[in-house]
C-alpha cells in the first residue's frame, strides 16, 4: 500500500502458537522507503522475503536496490527475514545498540526472552554494520532525512524514525493502543516514549507496526489513547497488594480480568510483560 511518494506499507499476518490449543492471529509491518536506493523499515517474520521482493518488483524496482534495514528492536517479529534479505542484496542494517547483542545472537534472545514459537519467525542471527542513537539523521539520497528518536519500553532499545521530507513517523511498537495484547519491558519507559512521540511538530502519518496507519487530528488522538492506556495497566498493577505479586503470569491474568480484556491475552507472551512489578 502507498503511503506516500517515498513510502509503501506492506501488511505481513502471522499466527502465535500460544498454547496447545489457542493460536493468536498477529500481524506487523514493514515499511519501503525509496530514494535514491531503498531502505526497510523492519522485515516481517521468517518468510516474507518474497513478500517484500515482490512488492518491490512491483514498484518497478528490484531487490538489489535495498541498501538499508533499519530496525525498530530485535524481536522476531521486526528481524525475521532481515537475514536473507541481508546476505542475497549485501544491505547494511542498523539498530540501537541496546538491541545489538540480541539481533546478532537470536539464541541469545531465545534464552532470555522465550516467547512460543520462537524459531519459527526469525531465520537467524544478523550481522549489525551501524549503531543508533537518539537523534542521528541519516541521508538516504534525494534530500531525506531519517530522524532517529529512542522510544524504549517496549524493549530497552527500541526506537522510531521521522522521516523529516514526508512528515512521516514510524513508531514501531511504541504505541499501545487500546485493547492491544500489552508487550512491554518497562511499562513508565513507554509512557515516556509516548509522550515523548507527541512532541514531534507536523506529523502527517503515524505509521506503527501493530496498527492501521493514522493521519491529521487522529495522530494526537492516538497518543492520547495510549497513554490511559498504559496509565490503566500501571494502575491496575498498583491496586494488586504487593503481597500478592509472586509470579508474573499471576500479575498479568489480574490485570487482564481487571481492564476485561480477552481472556487469550493472558498468555506466556504477555506474562513477561510483568517481570518488572514482581515483589
Not at 524481536?75 to 540501537?96: F, M, R, V, Y
Not at 541519516?138 to 526506537?159: A, D, R
Request: charged share 25%.
Amino acid at each position: 500500500m502507498k503511503i506516500t511518494q517515498n513510502i509503501h506499507a506492506l501488511r505481513i499476518p502471522f499466527k502465535i502458537n500460544i498454547s496447545p490449543t489457542q493460536t493468536s492471529e498477529r500481524f506487523v509491518y514493514s515499511y519501503i522507503i525509496t530514494g535514491e536506493k531503498i531502505s526497510l523499515i523492519d522485515t516481517g517474520v521468517a518468510g516474507s522475503k518474497k513478500i517484500i521482493f515482490d512488492y518491490i518488483a512491483n514498484i518497478g524496482k528490484k531487490p538489489q536496490d535495498i541498501e538499508n534495514i533499519f530496525l525498530t528492536h530485535s524481536h522476531p517479529d521486526h528481524i525475521g527475514s532481515a537475514k536473507s534479505i541481508q546476505e542475497e542484496t549485501g544491505c547494511k542494517i542498523h539498530i540501537h545498540g541496546d538491541e545489538k547483542s540480541w539481533a546478532q545472537d537470536v539464541e541469545l534472545q531465545y534464552k532470555e526472552r522465550p516467547v512460543p514459537g520462537f524459531h519459527n519467525f526469525v531465520e537467524g542471527s544478523v550481522k549489525i554494520d551501524n549503531i543508533l542513537n537518539d537523534n542521528d539523521e541519516i541521508n538516504l539520497g534525494n534530500g531525506i532525512i531519517l530522524k532517529v528518536c529512542h522510544t524504549p519500553g517496549h524493549s530497552k532499545g527500541s526506537v522510531s524514525y521521522f522521516l523529516k521530507q514526508d512528515n512521516v513517523l514510524f513508531c514501531g511498537d511504541a504505541v499501545l493502543s487500546s485493547g492491544q495484547m500489552p508487550v512491554f519491558e518497562d511499562l513508565q519507559e513507554c509512557i515516556l516514549s509516548v509522550k515523548k512521540l507527541a512532541n514531534f511538530k507536523n506529523v502527517k502519518f503515524l505509521l506503527s507496526s501493530w496498527d492501521k496507519s493514522y493521519e491529521g487530528n487522529m495522530i494526537g488522538m492516538i497518543f492520547e489513547d495510549s497513554i490511559e492506556y498504559l496509565s490503566k495497566i500501571k494502575k491496575a498493577v498498583e491496586n494488586i497488594p504487593i503481597s500478592e505479586r509472586k509470579e508474573p503470569s499471576e500479575i498479568c491474568r489480574k490485570v487482564i480480568a481487571a481492564l476485561n480484556l480477552p481472556p487469550i491475552m493472558a498468555n506466556p507472551v504477555t506474562f513477561m510483560s510483568f517481570k518488572s512489578f514482581l515483589k
